[in-house]
C-alpha cells in the first residue's frame, strides 16, 4: 500500500504561510544547493501529488511555465489530484478533481498501485490531513527563521500527534530537515 508523505517548508516556529509582510512562504530565502538537491531526490518517491485548490492554482499556474527543469519535470508529468469542492475543471497536465470524502479519497489513492503519494498544501488542507490522520510522513524543511504569525502546520487536532523522527539533515544555511513517521494507535 503507497503511503502518503507530507513535504512541506515552515518556519522554525511552525508557520507554513502567512506571516508578517514580505516575508515570503514560510520565510522562504534563496535555497541552499544541498537541501534543493534533497528535495529533488525525494520526488523519485513520488508517483502522484495531492494538494488543495488555492496551491494547485498556484502550482498550475507555475510549473508548466517556470522553474528550473529538475523540479518543473515531475511536478508537471507525475499525476495530481485536487482536493476540491469548488473547481470546475483541472486543465493542468496530468491532474484530476477529487470531490469525495476525504479520508475515502486518499484510501482509493492509497489502494492504487505505485510509488507514493506526497501532499504539498495548501495550509487547512494539510491540517485536514494531519487532523485525519492520513499523513504516514512528514518531511518538515525548516527555514531558519521565526515569522511569530500566520497560518501554523498543525491546528485543531482531535488528539495528540504522535510521530517517531525517522531522518534528520542540517544544512550550512541552516536550514534543518526533519522527517517524521506517524505513530498509529494499532
Not at 501529488?49 to 499556474?61: D, N, P, S
Not at 542540517?170 to 498509529?184: L, M, Q, S
Amino acid at each position: 500500500m503507497r503511503k502518503v508523505l507530507l513535504q512541506m517548508g515552515l518556519s522554525v516556529d511552525g508557520i507554513v504561510a502567512g506571516g508578517p509582510p514580505g516575508t515570503g512562504e514560510a520565510g522562504a530565502t534563496e535555497e541552499d544547493e544541498a537541501v534543493r538537491r534533497w528535495k529533488v531526490q525525494s520526488l523519485d518517491d513520488v508517483g502522484t501529488h495531492i494538494m488543495g485548490r488555492v496551491t494547485y492554482e498556484q502550482m498550475a499556474g507555475y510549473w508548466p511555465y517556470n522553474g528550473p527543469a529538475e523540479y518543473a519535470d515531475p511536478m508537471n508529468n507525475i499525476p495530481k489530484v485536487v482536493f476540491s469542492k469548488t473547481l470546475t475543471k483541472a486543465e493542468w497536465k496530468e491532474s484530476r478533481i477529487a470531490r469525495g470524502d476525504l479520508s475515502e479519497e486518499i484510501a482509493r489513492l492509497k489502494s492504487e498501485p505505485g510509488k507514493d503519494i506526497m501532499a504539498h498544501g495548501g495550509a487547512a488542507f494539510v491540517q485536514a490531513l494531519s487532523r485525519e490522520g492520513l499523513i504516514d510522513e512528514y518531511r518538515l524543511v525548516i527555514s531558519p527563521v521565526a515569522l511569530g504569525s500566520g497560518m501554523p502546520l498543525f491546528k485543531d487536532l482531535l488528539a495528540p500527534l504522535r510521530l517517531r523522527l525517522v531522518d534528520s539533515k542540517a544544512f550550512t544555511d541552516g536550514t534543518a530537515i526533519w522527517v517524521y513517521e506517524a505513530i498509529r494507535n494499532r
